[in-house]
């Protein structure tokens, strides 16, 4: 499961898709979300919208953040509900593509065992929305 319609997950899902794996890839679009291997994903109201009929997969998160307050607060509403779908669906795992907005501004080599060091707030608010 791909969640996402973007440059980064899609081709993700036509790369699995070509090697022989099964997914759907999300979008909130209905028009696309009716095409092969597409589901439809709308977590923007109270309720969850969606199509998927891919249970027990793992899921791949690609959304990207934002740049605003108000699109990171969207973005982690977002993660949550389709994290708590994908809970409902038997989810094996679940991938998070995660921003490099989180990494400092200084060049060097950074890895996922780096302590998070938030210069600015809109790397705290990225760095927050994926840690609660």
């Known amino acids: 499961m791909i969640v996402g319609a973007g440059w980064l997950d899609e081709a993700l899902g036509q790369r699995l898709l070509t090697d022989g794996y ?3 890839m999300t979008s909130r679009n209905i028009d696309k979300a009716t095409q092969p291997d597409w589901a439809l994903l709308n977590c923007e109201s109270d309720k969850i919208q969606h199509s998927i009929t891919l249970p027990h997969g793992v899921w791949i998160f690609c959304i990207p953040a934002g740049r605003t307050a108000e699109k990171q607060t969207t973005y982690r509403k977002y993660l949550k509900a389709t994290i708590s779908l994908a809970k ?14 989180v990494y400092p501004d200084t060049a060097g080599i950074y890895r996922e065992s780096n302590p998070i060091i938030a210069q600015s707030d809109r790397q705290a608010r990225l760095f927050n929305n994926e840690v609660s």
């Open 22 to 24: 099964h997914i759907q």
């Open 88 to 101: 409902q669906l038997k989810m094996k795992a679940f991938i998070l593509c995660s921003t490099t907005g």
